[in-house]
């Protein structure tokens, strides 16, 4: 466990910051940016479940949780000291999203149409909170571009957004609340 006595070190005064490892990047770094970005989408998930009760608040505890895993397995580099004491996700936790995702959706009706975020606070937050993990991916493929990162991290963070979507759906009274986009309805 974590134990944390002071927030402020005043290391980070000039920009940087340190990884996993102990080596120092700039706050900027793109690997900083990916875990600062599930961060983020984490954030909003803990909005969300100020709007939702019994079994998906409970998956979105998991799924707080696990991107905490996340976040700790993308601060260490593959490819640097520590790794075999790194937490990483693994798969299990990939494969019970997607357990999740099979679950909720076989009590969706099939889309006729693409979804515009809204409906309930909690599906408008779980809209968001799937934004944000799609752009925590587009930045995690860039990274992956440029240095070894977890397959398993990509595949969660892919997941993840598909569960977010579903869910919203589902909180959406299993989508009779979804608001459907209308093509050209303003034209």
């Known amino acids: 466990m974590v134990q944390l006595t002071r927030i402020y070190t005043r290391g980070g005064d000039k920009g940087d910051t340190s990884l996993g490892t102990g080596r120092r990047v700039p706050k900027h770094d793109l690997r ?5 970005t599930v961060d983020e989408a984490n954030c909003i998930i ?23 895993d996340l976040g700790a397995d993308l601060c260490t580099p593959e490819q640097e000291e520590r790794k075999a004491t790194a937490l990483r996700i693994v798969d299990s936790q990939v494969d019970r999203l997607e357990q999740e995702i099979d ?51 990509l595949r969660y963070i892919n997941r993840l957004s598909d569960h977010l979507f579903v869910l919203a759906r589902r909180v959406n009274g299993n989508g009779a609340g979804d608001v459907l986009w209308k093509p050209g309805a303003n034209r």
């Open 46 to 68: 803990g909005l969300a479940r100020l709007h939702t009760t019994d079994d998906a608040d409970a998956m979105l505890d998991r799924i707080q949780n696990d991107m905490f």
């Open 103 to 153: 679950a909720m959706n076989a009590d969706l009706a099939p889309l006729k149409s693409f979804i515009l975020p809204g409906g309930t606070a909690a599906a408008a937050h779980l809209h968001m909170a799937r934004a944000v993990a799609r752009r925590a991916e587009r930045l995690m493929t860039k990274l992956a571009t440029h240095e070894p990162i977890n397959p398993a991290a």
């Open 32 to 36: 900083v940016a990916s875990y600062g």
